[in-house]
């Protein structure tokens, strides 16, 4: 069974005492209703670079993941501006995430930058969150699972099939990010099972039946219910609903509803 995960992407939002504030509320709702126990759902949030040390010192020993919104896949050097895996390691990062699609169009990330990231990523036993996606363009045009596809494989060409259940892949869909207009749950499922194929055409069948695949794009509480109903789908990586302490709430406890 793959357990759920429901991650926060806060982009570049947040000051450390903002993302303090964030966590003293989140964590109280959070350990009432769970009573601080082991978590059903994995919890990730991932801050601007500058807030992980403080979350990471709010959640010590609790069941809630931190991870970076990126990292450059060397270890140390003359790379001006960039993090390393093991900084990332060392302040108490678990996961990362890799490719998301303003990286991709913002800031020229490419399929091979990716894949060197996701592989220094598993090398420092940080857990890669690799997003893909089609833009709308490439959706009108029904590329939207060839595009997918390629990403996938060029990401996942550094990665041996036993890493598989470390790798978590967000299908972001890049018209719905941000947008307030979320896929089709049923859409976003049949997406996700045609990364499911590629993934078992790289490694072998059965293979991705361990790797988690979350959707993101535009979710909120009102809508979260229905991807975790589809059985492909399991979590999701959220932007702006992740900023409220409330919400991001009720993203985990309805992910929870849907599954139990
Ligand atoms: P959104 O962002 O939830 O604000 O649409 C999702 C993401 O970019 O990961």
Redesign the pocket.
Known sequence: MRKPLI?A?W?MNKTIGEALTFAGAFGQMLFERFEGGDMPVDVLICPPFLGIPALCAVFAGKDVHIGAQDMYWKDKGAFTGEVSPSMLKDAGCTFV?TG???RRQLFGETDEDVSEKARAALDHGLKPVI?VGETLEEREQGKTNQVVSDMIRAAFSKIKAEEVPSVVV?Y?PVW?????K?AHPADAAEVIGSIRETVDALFGEGVSDELRVLY?????PGNIRAFMLEEQIDG???????LDPNDFFKLVEAAHKARS
């Open positions: 991650a992407n982009k995430i998301h699609s303003e997003c967000a972001e719905a990010i941000g947008t307030g979320e993101g794009g535009s979710v909120k999701a990586l959220v932007g702006g609903a992740s």
